[in-house]
Structure formats: C-alpha cells, structure tokens
C-alpha cells in the first residue's frame, strides 16, 4: 500500500523560503512521475509542479522560477524549495503521483503540510 508523508510547511515572512518534503513508501519510486499539488479552501487542488523518473520537470506558471522540485530516489523522496513566497502561495501542499491526462492525484492523498505566508 502507498503511503505519502509531507512535511516541511510553516509560517513565512512574504519573499521567505520553506523547503518541503515527502516520503513515499509502498511503490516503485524510481520508476514514477511524482507531482506537488496545493489546495486552498473553497478551490480545486491544482498541481505545482511535477518531475518524472528520468528528472523532467515541469511547472505551474505562477511558481516557475520561484519553485524547484527534486527528488532522491534513495530515500524515496521528493522536494520541492520554495523561493520568494508571497500570500498567493498560501495552502495545504500535497505529493502526489499525477493522472497523464487529468493531473489528478492517482494515490490517496497523505494529511499534507500547511504553508502560510503572512507579514
């Protein structure tokens, strides 16, 4: 069974930095497109950036150049550093692995980490 565990959100200064983790267990991680995906209430869960097995990354256009996503495949884990927060990126972030077609999450979501950004 996939297990997903994020971690590494918190509170952060507008123009700050949070790098957040996640732990995959339970699949053949080397072998997958993962994905961050972040929700803020009242909103569908869009999807931040993802990075496939061989390291493409692609990205939403309101984090390029801000976000960058990387994984370890020997801890089986993926990250995504986070630059030059503003308000905007306030939400509960998600790892996930991404629908081709729909970029909808294909796994049971874990709890998420909650990024706050606030003066």
């Known amino acids: 069974q996939v297990k997903l565990v994020e971690s590494g959100g918190g509170l952060v200064q507008p123009g700050g930095s949070l790098r957040l983790s996640c732990v995959v267990s339970g699949s053949r991680f080397r072998d997958i497109t993962m994905g961050w995906y972040r929700q803020t209430p009242g909103k569908q869960r869009e999807l931040v950036a993802r990075?496939?097995?061989?390291?493409?990354?692609r990205y939403l256009n309101s984090v390029k150049d801000r976000f960058k996503i990387s994984r370890d495949n020997v801890k089986n884990t993926v990250y995504l550093e986070m630059n030059s927060l503003n308000p905007e990126d306030t939400a509960v972030y998600y790892c996930n692995i991404p629908n081709p077609l729909t970029n909808q999450g294909l796994w049971n979501w874990g709890q998420g980490t909650q990024v706050s950004v606030s003066s």
């Open positions: 990075i496939t097995n061989t390291g493409t990354t």
